[in-house]
């Protein structure tokens, strides 16, 4: 999977980080199933990495 660059196109941007979001949220949930607590919570925190990176799009001129 290959991510939009903000500067490209904002919205496909934002897209590509909300299904990247769910993505790795959906593989968290499969590792903590499996009982790989480690592994599930760095695709927890990849996973909300990437959905606060999509929000930014919207508010990019206040974080400036």
Do not use: C
């Amino acid at each position: 999977m290959e991510i939009t660059k903000p500067w490209v196109n904002a919205e496909k941007y934002k897209e590509d980080r909300f299904r990247e979001a769910i993505y790795e949220a959906e593989l968290a949930e499969r590792f903590l199933q499996n009982g790989l607590l480690s592994n599930a919570v760095s695709k927890a925190f990849q996973a909300i990495k990437a959905y606060v990176a999509g929000l930014t799009v919207d508010h990019r001129d206040e974080l400036t």
